[in-house]
């Protein structure tokens, strides 16, 4: 495929933020990331384990940027993503997917805030001590727990994420929240239904919170079959650009590739199930397969029509306004 | 000068001094931390955590930000000599994060990194016993760094926080030194030339860590001072002269270590069982700290003592604080 000369400058000339990029394979294929023009990842350094477990995976993240620098840098700030920008260097921000390491103790938000955390996405599909994830049927709304940690995300300036949450928690975080939500990695289900999926309404409340969703390329998450296209994963953009308006959507793509056996793994745990999640391989949409090749996508969004203005949002803009009227250097 | 015109002249010089203790536990600070003030103190080394492992010491540390900012007119963590002098400016106790021991490290270097970034500015490399980085000074072995302690040391070299020898072994607080690039200290250390005890330090180690541009901090603990079960303030003073005799008294200053006077008898017997301290270096409570210094509000009888013993101003100014600044200002810039 040869990338008109537009897309390409438009592509090279914009700040491109990933708002989903889980641990391992990040750090496998940061490569892909560097070659697909992407300016800022923000990296799920962790959300699974305890606080113990995170702060060794922190602690190896610090490692694993500083052996790359200057070509990555962690960033905490929007002055520090346009500054990678500026230097041609790869931002890292840290995300966590799920709020394990906080256990019942919210006085770690601030550690996890001293550490460079600036995203916590408050449930991962089950049930924790703040609220339901989105495979939980019960579908509880935030303890007192998760108010108390929201009030605390809010006065620490950590972007709070409602994706793999459920929906009734997701509509009561951004009810409680004083500061806008986002879904960093969650498709419209009035496109493709599936847990994992977002109703209109709960699009809508972030969207009139200030915040934005991240369009996820997961195959099971986009259309129906394994194998879809780049059309579909558009549709879902512009589906949520229709519903909420064009500056509350983004990229959260999501790229993964786990083996046969941490599938059934994570199925096993109870973290995934098989409905929501197909089995492996994962095909992301057709021509961003992985993230070497997004200039595509911003080449198919000016074909479809889409505003160079509206493609710099979707491709990071959006995500920065957010970013910057969230974040703060001071609690 | 007559004795009025002699006392102001100490109060004086107390008052237009910045002081520093250079080692306060914390959970005896939190109780009493408006002492610290009182005696014209403007920066204390706060001790949040000794030798609690890595989850422990995040829910310390967490707890310490939480009771800064429910006291943020008072105290302010702090990171630079910049921010100490700023916070004596506002009249806000400087609070420095200090770690007695490496147990929170466990067996990872790059934990250092994260509690560099967490705030913490003074690790000390062990407590009492053998850690995995090296042996404590209770530790009959005498075994030296570890290859891991060689990691830590290079780690806590490339951040900038104080390597401090305390209660470390003197085998390995003399590797240590020799390993580091930057001023090593001991915060809280006393001299075994004038009372012998395995928490004080030979005149070797001193100058070991004078050479490389540290200092020792006088502790108050009378075990460490003398056989008396309350130490004289002259006593203190005694260990204070010895230091500046030796190596010159920009090398000397104070790390008081006030703590509880009257812990249970299970609490002790609890420290004595774990092996974390030894009954002939630790006496049974209750425990005093020297007469005249006894809580840190006292601390200005101290600066007419040292006036009164014969050192000059701009010495005691030294061991007051300055010499504790020059120490972080060499070491904390990093990268």
């Given amino acids: 495929m040869t990338v008109a000369t537009g897309a390409a400058q438009l592509h090279a000339s914009a700040v491109i933020v990933d708002a989903a990029c889980p641990y391992d394979h990040w750090l496998e294929n940061v490569d892909r990331w560097i070659a697909g023009g992407v300016t800022c990842c923000a990296f799920t350094v962790a959300g699974f384990g305890g606080a113990r477990a995170t702060v060794s995976q922190i602690a190896a993240t610090y490692r694993f940027v500083r052996e790359r620098e200057p070509q990555l840098r962690l960033a905490t700030s929007v002055a520090d993503i346009r500054a990678a920008k500026a230097e041609g260097a790869l931002a890292v921000t840290l995300h966590f997917q799920g709020t394990n390491p906080v256990e019942y103790e919210p006085d770690l938000l601030e550690l996890y805030w001293r550490l460079g955390v600036r995203i916590v996405q408050l449930a991962y599909n089950r049930r924790n001590p703040l609220c339901d994830g989105c495979e939980e049927p019960g579908d509880a ?143 992301y949409p057709a021509g961003i397969e992985d993230a070497s090749t997004l200039v595509n996508l911003t080449e198919r969004l000016l074909d479809r029509g889409y505003g160079e203005a509206e493609v710099r949002g979707v491709l990071g803009e959006n995500w920065l306004r957010v970013y910057d009227e969230v974040w703060r250097d001071i609690p | ?78 990171t630079s000599v910049d921010e100490i002098r700023r916070a004596r400016e506002d009249g806000r106790l400087a609070i420095v994060l200090q770690f007695q021991g490496t147990h929170a490290l466990e067996y990872e270097a790059d934990l250092v990194e994260v509690f560099w970034r967490l705030g913490v500015r003074m690790v000390q490399l062990a407590y009492n016993q053998r850690s995995p980085v090296c042996d404590g000074c209770e530790e009959p072995g005498g075994a030296g760094l570890s290859r891991l302690g060689h990691a830590v040391i290079g780690e806590l070299n490339r951040l900038g926080i104080v390597i401090d020898l305390s209660h470390t072994g003197e085998h390995a607080a003399l590797e240590a030194i020799a390993a580091s690039r930057a001023p ?61 005799g030796l190596v010159g008294p920009e090398h000397v200053a104070i790390g008081v270590d006030y703590t509880v006077r009257n812990p249970s008898a299970a609490m002790y017997e609890a420290f004595i069982r774990d092996g974390l301290a030894t009954p002939e270096v630790y006496p049974r409570p209750p425990w005093h700290f020297p007469s005249g210094m006894d809580d840190a ?34 070491v904390w810039p990093s990268r």
């Fill in chain 1, 141 to 283: 709304g935030l303890s007192l727990l998760g108010r108390r940690a929201i009030a605390e995300m809010n006065r620490l300036g950590i972007l709070v994420d409602v994706s793999h949450t459920g929906i009734r928690s997701s509509r009561e975080a951004i009810a409680a929240s004083a500061a806008p939500c986002v879904a960093s990695h969650s498709n419209a289900a009035a496109v493709h239904p599936s847990p994992r999926n977002l109703p209109d309404e709960v699009i809508r409340a972030i969207a009139e919170s200030g915040g934005v969703v991240g369009i996820n390329g997961f195959p099971s998450f986009v259309a129906p079959g394994t194998r879809p296209s780049l059309d579909q994963y558009i549709d879902h953009i512009f589906h949520v650009a229709e519903v909420a308006g064009p500056e509350h959507v983004a990229l959260g793509v999501d790229y993964w590739s786990g083996t046969e056996q941490q599938y059934e793994q994570l199925l096993a745990d109870g973290t995934w199930s098989r409905d929501t999640y197909g089995p492996p391989p994962w095909h």
């Fill in chain 2, 1 to 78: 000068m007559s004795t009025a015109e002699h006392i102001d002249a100490a109060e004086h010089l107390h008052t237009t001094s910045l002081v520093v203790d250079g080692t306060c536990p914390i959970y005896h600070w939190r109780e009493a931390f408006a002492t610290w003030p009182a005696g014209g103190v403007d920066c204390c080394v706060v001790t949040v955590v000794a030798y609690e492992n890595c989850r422990a010491a995040l829910s310390l540390i967490a707890g310490a930000y939480r009771f800064v900012r429910e006291h943020a007119d008072e105290m302010v963590v702090v």
């Fill in chain 2, 184 to 244: 090593c200290v001991a915060s809280h250390s006393n001299a075994a030339a004038v009372y012998p005890s395995a928490r004080n330090i030979s005149d070797e180690l001193i100058r070991a860590i004078a050479d490389s541009g540290g200092l020792v901090g006088i502790n108050g603990f009378s075990g460490f001072l003398g056989p008396e079960p309350q130490a004289s303030l002259d006593r203190y003073v005694d260990h204070l002269a010895h230091v500046a």
């Fill in chain 2, 297 to 330: 509000s006292q601390l200005p009888n101290l600066t007419r003592r040292l006036l009164e013993r014969g050192f000059g101003a701009a010495e005691v100014r030294g061991i007051l604080g300055e010499n504790w600044l020059r120490v972080f200002g060499d």
